[in-house]
């Protein structure tokens, strides 16, 4: 998807009145239109300015502000303390990255649960952290049970903002499933209501619905039952797209990672050793190198200086 290039020729033909082109980034439209080609779309998380600046280097489709990152990056021990302060602070930070990718952020655990009021200005606020916010994602329960979270997500929709809604494995809802497990894999009743949530988050206006942890199968029957994208993790390639946390992909945790995972390098093995050279380059006197590493102070400014300071 070339939407640097698309939307700057399309900026003569513009319908807005603006000084600057201010689309400059894939648009619900351009991960639609990619979707409807049957191309996978690619999604990573990113934590701040540096990793986001990897993940629209590499062209993802899709940017993720999940709160995972309060396990992955913060040293919490579930997503649930994660306060919504401290998570803007970061939304803030991944939004200054320049690149293409669509960014989508999630509503944090106690955001939205207090009530719908609340939720809808927690929601309005997320999306006004930065003009690259395009969408807000909602963790969601069974429809039958988690009524509440459908009728918020139905709010949400019907004002206009846009949901990607996440089932299967919630983990802000980790106490109540029992603990982080796979889903819709027990019972027949289980497999029907993740299917009947999955079709009623479209009918409510879910423009996506991301799918954790649930059987292959699972996954790609509710896929080919919906006419809006699904994006999966721990979910099989019948998804129409993919995502990763970002620390997974890139092993900057090490290699324990979990079953789905798929890691392409090993960043903290790099990490470490080049850390380990930098302390025995700085213990053997090879770092700072003279002529490489230093600045220079002009000869006669310098006798100068030495004979101002003997004078005293
Ligand atoms: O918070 C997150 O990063 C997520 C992913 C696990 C999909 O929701």
Same mark, same amino acid.
């Given at each position: 998807m070339n939407i640097m290039k698309r939307q700057l020729c399309s900026f003569p033909n513009r319908f807005f009145s603006t000084a600057k082109n201010v689309i400059k980034y894939n648009t619900i439209q351009d991960i639609r239109n990619k979707y409807i080609t049957g191309t996978p779309l690619s999604m990573c998380t990113a934590y701040d300015f540096i990793t986001a600046t990897w993940v629209n280097r590499a062209?993802?489709?899709?940017?993720l502000i999940g709160d995972s990152l309060a396990m992955t990056s913060l040293g919490y021990d579930s997503t649930i303390t994660l306060s919504l302060n401290e998570f803007k602070y970061h939304v803030a930070s991944v939004c200054r990255a320049e690149g293409s990718s669509m960014v989508v952020v999630d509503m944090p655990f106690g955001t939205f649960e207090s009530g719908i009021s609340d939720g809808l200005k927690n929601a309005?606020?997320?999306?006004?952290?930065?003009s690259k916010v395009t969408s807000v994602k909602v963790e969601v329960g069974s429809y039958t049970k988690d009524k509440y979270t459908m009728k918020f997500i139905e709010e949400l929709c019907s004002r206009g903002i846009p949901v990607m809604a996440h089932i299967g494995l919630t983990p802000q809802k980790v106490h109540s499933l029992g603990g982080y497990k796979v889903q819709g894999n027990k019972s027949l009743s289980q497999m029907q209501e993740l299917y009947e949530t999955?079709? *009623?988050?479209?009918?409510?206006?879910?423009?996506?619905?991301?799918?954790?942890?649930?059987?292959?199968?699972?996954?790609?029957?509710?896929t080919s039952k919906l006419s809006v994208p699904t994006i999966g993790i721990g979910a099989g390639n019948g998804t129409s797209g993919q995502v990763l946390v970002i620390s997974d992909l890139l092993g900057m945790q090490g290699d324990s990672v979990p079953k789905f995972v798929k890691q392409t390098v090993n960043m903290s093995d790099i990490a470490t050793q080049g850390l380990k050279e930098y302390i025995a380059n700085v213990e053997?006197?090879?770092?700072?190198?003279?002529?490489? *590493?230093?600045f220079k102070v002009k000869e006669e400014l310098w006798n100068e200086f030495l004979s101002s300071i003997n004078e005293k």
């Open positions: 062209n993802c489709d899709l940017l309005i606020d997320i999306m006004k952290l930065h999955a079709m *009623h988050l479209q009918k409510i206006g879910c423009w996506s619905i991301l799918i954790e942890c649930v059987p292959h199968k699972m996954a790609q029957f509710i053997d006197g090879t770092f700072p190198e003279r002529g490489t *590493h230093t």
